[in-house]
Every structure is written in C-alpha cells, then in structure tokens.
C-alpha cells in the first residue's frame, strides 16, 4: 500500500499569484496550455507524465491550489491516482480536474465517487471551461 505523507502543506503561491498544475503526457498539449491559458490570479505550471509516482512526486513538490490532469497517460492510470491523492494528507482538499478526450459517460464507470462536474472534455470550449474553474477558485478566495 501506499503512503505518501506532506508535513507541510501550504499552498504554493508564485508572485502572489495561485498554482495551476497541467498534467499530460502530450508535450504539445502542455505547450498550448501555458500559451492559451492566462490569467492574472493564476501561475500555470505544467508536468510532463513518464510515471505515476512521479507525477504524485511532483504534485507533493509542486502544491498547487487547482490540478488539472489527463484522465488516461502513457504509463499512468491517473484514475488511480486520483483516488491516491485523495488519501494523501495535505492533499485531501487539493481540487482537482480530469482533463481528457472521452466523453464523461465513456469514463464515469472508472471514476467511483469522483465528481463529473470536475471532468473537462478537450473540445473547442476547453480554454473557457478552464479559465471559467481558474475564475470560481480566484473569487472564492
């Protein structure tokens, strides 16, 4: 079993400004979301996937205040490690969003008790869904 312990989890602000981690193993999608997605509340970091730990390695490193993640990565089940960041204390209240090319009703059987309000489909509207999460968070602050 795994056990990832954070002793010491404040969200990580760069200039003021909150953390939003993209997580692909599509290179060229990682670059078009820093290009695309600006906005003034938010610093956008992005992480390459070449293995499930690491990918959990770099969110404890990273703490970012929103996660926005590929639902299905060369390497990684990131279904699972959804369910693994749940469990990770100082993690438990990190938000977090499935980035993915299927519909929401082709993966809903792999996401027992994940909201799917919190699955972003990559369409034409994928920047302003985006921005409009980076807007609910911004404001709630």
Same mark, same amino acid.
């Given at each position: 079993? #795994?056990?990832?312990?954070?002793?010491?989890?404040?969200?990580?602000?760069?200039?003021?400004?909150?953390?939003?981690?993209?997580?692909?193993?599509?290179?060229?999608? #990682?670059?078009?979301?820093?290009?695309?997605?600006?906005?003034?509340?938010?610093?956008?970091?992005?992480?390459?996937?070449?293995?499930?730990?690491?990918?959990?390695?770099?969110?404890?490193?990273?703490?970012?205040?929103?996660?926005? +993640?590929?639902?299905?990565?060369?390497?990684?089940?990131?279904?699972?490690?959804?369910?693994?960041?749940?469990?990770?204390?100082?993690?438990?209240?990190?938000?977090?969003? #499935?980035?993915?090319?299927?519909? !929401?009703?082709? +993966?809903?059987?792999? #996401?027992?008790?994940?909201?799917?309000?919190?699955?972003?489909?990559?369409?034409?509207?994928? !920047?302003?869904?985006?921005?409009?999460?980076?807007? !609910? +968070?911004?404001?709630?602050?």
């Amino acid at each position: 079993m #795994l056990y990832f312990k954070v002793v010491s989890m404040q969200m990580n602000q760069v200039n003021g400004r909150k953390v939003a981690l993209f997580i692909d193993d599509d290179p060229s999608f #990682l670059k078009v979301m820093e290009k695309a997605v600006q906005h003034p509340r938010f610093f956008i970091r992005t992480y390459q996937v070449s293995s499930g730990y690491k990918v959990i390695d770099e969110i404890i490193k990273i703490k970012p205040d929103v996660l926005f +993640i590929d639902f299905c990565s060369t390497g990684t089940s990131n279904s699972q490690i959804l369910f693994i960041l749940r469990a990770v204390q100082g993690l438990a209240q990190l938000k977090i969003y #499935l980035v993915t090319g299927y519909s !929401k009703d082709d +993966i809903k059987q792999f #996401l027992s008790g994940f909201d799917l309000e919190h699955v972003l489909v990559k369409d034409e509207s994928l !920047k302003i869904k985006i921005l409009s999460v980076l807007d !609910k +968070i911004a404001n709630a602050a």
